[in-house]
């Protein structure tokens, strides 16, 4: 079994900045992918970001030039550097990690943009 546990949530002003962190813990061989996705009430989970294992990025276009991910294969980390925050990136956020073919889910960190 492998465990995701998400921090860094909280409560930022338009134009401010995030940092949330991913940790994996278990049966870990290889991490192959590591993302971050987000779900505002109301509105379907969507990808803001993700990694490969060589470090390819992908990130959503409303978040692009923002927000940067990072991994630490020797940690089993993932980071979701948040910059220039705006009130529509109020969300949930989750961690996302693919191993050894399964899809692991963290359980979520609330971000929200507000004056």
């Known amino acids: 079994q492998v465990q995701l546990v998400e921090s860094g949530g909280g409560l930022v002003q338009p134009g401010g900045s995030l940092t949330l962190s991913c940790a994996a813990s278990g049966s870990i061989f290889s991490i192959y992918v590591m993302g971050w996705y987000r779900q505002a009430p109301g509105k379907e989970r969507e990808l803001v970001a993700s990694i490969s294992s060589g470090g390819s990025t992908n990130y959503a276009d409303s978040v692009k030039g923002r927000f940067t991910i990072s991994r630490d294969n020797a940690k089993n980390t993932a980071d979701l550097q948040m910059n220039s925050l705006k009130p529509e990136d109020t969300a949930v956020y989750y961690c996302?990690?693919?191993?050894?073919?399964?899809?692991?889910w963290g359980q979520g960190t609330q971000v929200t943009v507000s004056s």
């Open positions: 996302r990690m693919v191993v050894g073919g399964l899809i692991y």
